[in-house]
T-cell receptor, first 112, second 111 residues
């Protein structure tokens, strides 16, 4: 089954404790992206990757890091999480820029 | 900068009461306009892609249309299971891989 898998689904952590949210896709997609979704603000892009070792900033990259060492994986790293990063995070992938995105089921992060 | 505005923010319909959702956009060279459906606590699910003005796509009770400035998602005789948030997104040219989403329309269909 074609899918984008994110882990964990729920995460509660404290300010400053480094964390990684994993994302994996099994569709051999070149393009992957991370979004955060907040009430009243909608989906906002954090980082995206056009292929292995090629990443670029989205609209809200501050406080986040990503890496793309393998085509299927695109982890999101929060080196020093802060409460304003409490949000619902989605990873997504697509074949290319004009193809539709396939989304994971989300990671709900709470930073206290 | 690409902009996407969806209206209304929320819409309540009686079962069987047809209506339309609007997505207005401003982009520098439209590559594609996408409609997604999102259920609470889940990731958005792809519905349609439209590439050029005049294009229409249909799926069950949903029909998406596109002009040079906006797209409509028409819902005919909706059922309660159509209740969800509907998101519109645009992909523009200029060499960018960014996708810009609207804030969505939350649709509630009352039995």
């Amino acid at each position: 089954e074609a899918q984008v898998t994110q882990n964990p689904r729920y995460l509660i952590t404290v300010t400053g404790k480094k964390l990684t949210v994993t994302c994996s896709q099994n569709m051999n997609h070149e393009y992957m992206s991370w979004y955060r979704q907040d009430p009243g603000l909608g989906l906002r892009q954090i980082y995206y990757s056009m292929n292995v070792e090629v990443t670029d900033k989205g609209d809200v990259p501050e406080g986040y890091k990503v890496s793309r060492k393998e085509k299927r994986n695109f982890p999101l790293i929060l080196e020093s999480p802060s409460p304003n990063q409490t949000s619902l995070y989605f990873c997504a992938s697509s074949r290319d820029r004009v193809s539709p995105l396939h989304f994971g089921n989300g990671t709900r992060l709470t930073v206290t | 900068e690409d902009q996407v505005t969806q209206s209304p923010e929320a819409l309540r319909l009686q079962e069987g009461e047809s209506s339309s959702l609007n997505c207005s956009y401003t982009v520098s060279g439209l590559r594609g306009l996408f409609w997604y459906r999102q259920d609470p606590g889940k990731g958005p699910e792809f519905l349609f892609t439209l590439y050029s003005a005049g294009e229409e796509k249909e799926k069950e009770r949903l029909k998406a249309t596109l002009t040079k400035k906006e797209s409509f998602l028409h819902i005919t005789a909706p059922k309660p299971e159509d209740s969800a948030t509907y998101l519109c997104a645009v992909s523009s040219g200029a060499g960018s891989y960014q996708l810009t989403f609207g804030k969505g329309t939350k649709l509630s269909v009352i039995p």
